[in-house]
Every structure is written in C-alpha cells, then in structure tokens.
C-alpha cells in the first residue's frame, strides 16, 4: 500500500461513515417516530438533525476533540524547540505547518487531528516535552505528520464525534433497558416502555456491526504505516522506538483521554487502567507497543 | 457487438491511458519545481545570514583573511548558481567553508561567548537542518518522477512529449542515510 491509495482510502471511508451515520440516526427516529405515531415526518426531521451534525463534525471535530482535551494553542515564542522541530519535519513532508497544541499533563502522549493538511493540528502533552529528548521527540512528530499527511486525521476525528455518539446512545438505550428489565412495568407507560425495548434490542444487533466499522476506521495498520512514514521522514527509527518504549514505561494514565478520542493518541492513554464501559474495548485498537518497537528496531 | 463499437472502446481506453500518465508526469514535474523553491528558499536564507556573520566575525579576531574570503567566494558562487547540480555543489562549498569558520571561535573565547555569534551559529543550524530536509523532499519527488518516467508506459509517454529525467540535489556534506522502510 503506498501512500496515495492510502489517502484515497481514508476519503472514501470518511464519507462512508457519514453516509452510514445519517441513515443510521434517521432509522432511529424513524423508528421512534413510527411507534408514536408520526412515522414520516420523524423520519425527515432525523435526516436533517443527523446531516447537519455530519457536515458539523466534518468541519468541526478538530475544535471539538481539542476542547475535550483541554489543549491550548501555543506560539512560537514560547517553544521554539518544538516549533523548529515541527517546521523541518513539515518541510520534508511538504506538508503547510500545521498549528501546534499543549495538553497540560504529566503523562507523555500526543495526537493529530484536523480535517485535511491545511486544516491540521498536532497536540502534545507536557509531560512529553519533559520526557523525551530532540530526536526521540522529532519522531514522534514525524508519526503524527504521516497521519496528517495520510488524511488519517480526517477519518480519525469524524470518527470520534460520529461513532462516539452513536456510541453513546447505544449506551444510553442498552443501560435503560437493562435497568428497565428490574422495575415494575406498570410504573411508566407501556408504550415508552416497548419502543425503548424496541430500540434497546435495535442497537443491540447493531453493535457489532458498529464495532467492525470502528475496526474498519481504525485499524492497527494505520499506526504501524504512521511509523514507517515516520521514520522515513526523520531517517532515524531509533528515535521513535526509544521514544515508544518511554512512553510504554510510563504508568500515568492521561486523564482528558476518553473512551472516545483513546484512538487518537500515539498510544493507549488509559495505559493499564480498564473502564468498565462495554465499548470502551471496542475502541482500544492500539497495536502492542512491544510490536511496533520491534518492527522499527528491525528498519 | 459491432467491431467499430469494440474499436471506438479500445480508442477511448487508449486516451485515458495515455492522458492518465501524461498528467502524472506533468504533476510530478511540478511537485519537483515547487520542491526546488523550497530549497531555494532556505538557500537564501543563509545567503542573507552570511555578511552578519562575516562581520561578527571580523570584529573578534584579525588574522583570519583567507577563510573569510573563502566564505565570501562560495557565498557569491551560491548567489549566481544556476541549475540543480550547480546549486548542489556550491551550497557545498559555502556548507565547508562555514564549518571552518565556526571552527575558528575555538580559539577566539571572546568571540565564542558573544551573544550575537552564539544567536546566529544557532540560526546557521537551524538552516542547516531546513536545507537538509528542504532536499530530501525534493530528492524523494525526483526519485517517484524518475521512476514513472523509466517503466512503461511512463517512457513511451514521456518520450513523446519530451519529459526527461530530473536530477538529484546531491551534497556531499550533510547527507543522511536513507533508512529502508517496508510497508
């Protein structure tokens, strides 16, 4: 796979995922809607609630997923180090310089988001500043750019905002129906109740089929072609295997991480800390450490 | 189907392979301007830090004539160079002479401790790096070009309407190694 099929893939999955949200947010209403009564109507209202949260997360997501994670824009000025580091690693992508983030926080992890190379961000976290030193961080860099030139920032930020809030739902309806089931029927109408129990079991079916496109989205062959985009940049593997195996070592979970924008990030936020949300795992689609340390080792 | 419907679809598959391959070799021709220029860019950037430099240098230490000139001379070569080898080879030259002169603040302490020469050797390396990777992103247009152009059905196509291979911005001095990478 080289890079340009690479991107044309990513595209094409991008509007696959919108397309398959909208219809999938409608049917729901649709749904909904037929229970109550008002089937059609229901059904248009959903088409253009769900189109204009699609064409919003297109344009949006970046801004989303970076007030979620708390990061802040920096200047040059207050680190050129990292500024310098990013601009040479920009110009040998040809890539525009995208604008740089911090994420206050101890433990070292970084992301890419963004909608397409002109729209891009690269964010950091402190504790990555601290830890790592220049080479290990240009490969980290390095890692991060491939996904923007890669358009993996794309499809990955859609993807947090769209299945993360299918996502939620699905948790919401899958929770009311299981706390449902224990309470005394009689205690709320019977229709609410049949319609939640409709929906509940809906989204229950659906769930694997929501986890394959989260597989399909994210797939562990992303970051391992980050990683050998990277080090071609940098021409130096050594920096971002030694810099993985830091961050590998390093037990501190980051705590603006969630469920939702885990698979952004270089790699597993939570680190050993498991929630207990179901779908939590769905989207822990980080490739071992150890592997892709072994595969750079052997460039 | 009648042969002049199978004869029109061969012609129309014929154009499309051909415009298909004409357009990648003419895009790949202007990914490698656009690289250029941005080699370019970093080329006078250090052209521009050069005279700083030269009088920074002057003012601490008095016995250093000929390197000085050197400087200057691979400096002026750089400014009028034409062409990608020329450019290669006299960027080169100015890259050796600027490492002997700041190899001479070795033995000038006063020059080595002034914070205007310790703010531009920062600079000059800061550029460095830029030309660095400035030329392995053209080099690495080149090579994807070069490659379309010598298998079929790049060199039919490009024969015919005369594309050549590009060269590569080769400089002795700096190169890193290219690391093999397996997708």
Request: overall charge positive; some cysteine.
């Given at each position: 796979?080289?890079?340009?099929?690479?991107?044309?893939?990513?595209?094409?999955?991008?509007w696959?995922?919108?397309?398959?949200?909208v219809?999938?947010?409608?049917t729901?209403?649709?749904?909904?809607?037929k229970?109550?009564?008002?089937?059609?109507?229901?059904?248009?209202?959903?088409?253009?609630?769900?189109g204009?949260?699609?064409?919003?997360?297109?344009?949006?997501?970046?801004?989303?997923i970076?007030?979620?994670?708390?990061a802040?824009?920096i200047?040059?000025?207050d680190?050129?180090?990292l500024?310098?580091?990013v601009e040479?690693?920009?110009?040998?992508?040809g890539?525009?310089?995208?604008k740089?983030?911090?994420?206050?926080?101890?433990a070292?992890?970084a992301?890419?988001?963004?909608?397409?190379?002109?729209?891009?961000?690269?964010?950091?976290?402190?504790?990555?500043?601290?830890?790592?030193?220049?080479?290990?961080?240009?490969?980290?860099?390095?890692?991060?750019?491939?996904?923007?030139?890669?358009?993996d920032i794309?499809?990955?930020?859609?993807?947090v905002?769209?299945?993360?809030?299918v996502?939620?739902?699905?948790?919401?309806?899958?929770?009311s129906?299981w706390?449902?089931?224990?309470?005394?029927?009689?205690?709320?109408?019977?229709?609410?109740q049949?319609?939640?129990?409709l929906?509940?079991?809906?989204l229950?079916i659906?769930?694997p089929?929501i986890?394959?496109?989260?597989?399909?989205a994210?797939?562990r062959?992303?970051e391992?072609?980050?990683?050998?985009?990277?080090?071609l940049l940098?021409?130096?593997p050594?920096?971002?295997?030694?810099?993985l195996?830091?961050i590998?070592?390093?037990?501190?979970p980051?705590?603006?991480?969630?469920?939702a924008t885990a698979?952004?990030?270089i790699?597993?936020?939570?680190?050993?800390?498991?929630?207990g949300?179901w779908?939590?795992?769905?989207?822990?689609?980080?490739?071992?450490?150890?592997?892709?340390?072994?595969?750079?080792r052997?460039? | 189907?009648?042969?002049t419907?199978?004869?029109?679809i061969?012609?129309?598959?014929?154009?499309l392979?051909?415009?298909t391959?004409?357009?990648?070799?003419?895009?790949g021709?202007?990914r490698?301007?656009e690289?250029?220029?941005?080699?370019?860019?970093q080329?006078?950037?250090?052209?521009?830090l050069?005279?700083?430099?030269?009088?920074t240098?002057?003012?601490?230490?008095?016995?250093?004539?000929?390197?000085?000139?050197?400087?200057?001379?691979?400096?002026a070569?750089?400014?009028?160079?034409?062409g990608?080898?020329?450019?290669?080879?006299?960027?080169?030259?100015?890259?050796?002479a600027?490492k002997?002169?700041?190899?001479?603040?070795?033995?000038?302490?006063?020059?080595?401790?002034?914070k205007?020469?310790?703010?531009l050797?920062?600079?000059?390396?800061?550029i460095?790096?830029k030309?660095?990777?400035?030329?392995?992103?053209?080099?690495?247009?080149?090579?994807?070009?070069n490659?379309?152009?010598?298998?079929?059905?790049?060199?039919?196509?490009?024969?015919?309407?005369g594309?050549?291979s590009?060269?590569?911005?080769?400089a002795?001095?700096?190169?890193?190694?290219?690391?093999?990478?397996?997708?």
């Open positions: 796979m080289n890079i340009y099929s690479q991107i044309s893939a990513n595209k094409t999955k991008t696959l995922i919108v397309i398959l949200f219809l999938f947010i409608t729901i209403i649709f749904v909904y809607g229970a109550s009564g008002y089937g059609l109507s229901y059904a248009g209202f959903g088409l253009i609630i769900s204009i949260i699609g064409f919003a997360s297109y344009y949006y997501s970046d801004k989303m970076l007030g979620m994670s708390k802040k824009q200047a040059k000025k680190n050129p180090t500024f310098r580091i040479n690693l920009c110009i040998g992508a890539i525009p310089m995208p740089i983030y911090i994420i206050d926080d101890s070292p992890n992301f890419a988001t963004g909608r397409d190379p002109k729209h891009s961000v690269v964010c950091v976290t402190t504790g990555i500043l601290e830890k790592l030193d220049k080479a290990e961080l240009e490969g980290v860099i390095a890692h991060e750019l491939s996904h923007v030139q890669n358009y794309r499809l990955m930020s859609i993807v905002i769209l299945v993360g809030l996502a939620l739902l699905a948790d919401f309806f899958m929770r129906l706390y449902g089931g224990h309470r005394d029927r009689n205690d709320r109408g019977g229709n609410a049949g319609i939640f129990l929906i509940g079991i809906a229950a659906l769930s089929i986890a394959t496109l989260i597989q399909l994210v797939s062959k992303r391992f072609l980050a990683d050998a985009s990277g080090a940098t021409r130096y050594e920096g971002l295997a030694s810099a195996e830091k590998s070592k390093d037990k501190e980051l705590e603006v991480a969630n469920n698979h952004l990030y790699a597993n936020p939570f680190k050993d800390k498991i929630s949300n779908f939590a795992n769905l989207f822990n689609t980080h490739p071992p450490i150890a592997e892709r340390i072994r595969i750079l052997s460039m | 189907m009648s042969p419907f199978i004869l029109i061969a012609v129309v598959v014929i154009v392979f051909v415009w391959t004409y357009n990648s070799l003419a895009t021709k202007v490698i301007k690289a250029l220029s941005g080699i370019d860019v080329l006078k950037r250090r052209v521009d050069v005279p700083n430099l030269i009088e240098v002057k003012g601490y230490s008095k016995h250093e004539k000929e390197l000085l000139e050197n400087v200057t001379k691979a400096r070569s750089l400014m009028h160079a034409t990608t080898s020329e450019k290669a080879k006299s960027d080169d030259m100015l890259s050796n600027l002997s002169l700041i190899a001479i603040s070795e033995s000038y302490p006063d020059l080595k401790a002034s205007n020469f310790l703010g050797q920062e600079e000059l390396s800061d460095e790096a030309i660095a990777y400035a030329r392995q992103f053209y080099n690495s247009n080149v090579s994807n070009y490659e379309t152009l010598a298998n079929f059905p790049g060199s039919a196509i490009g024969n015919m309407f594309y050549r590009e060269e590569f911005f080769e002795k001095s700096s190169e890193r190694e290219p690391v093999k990478v397996k997708f």
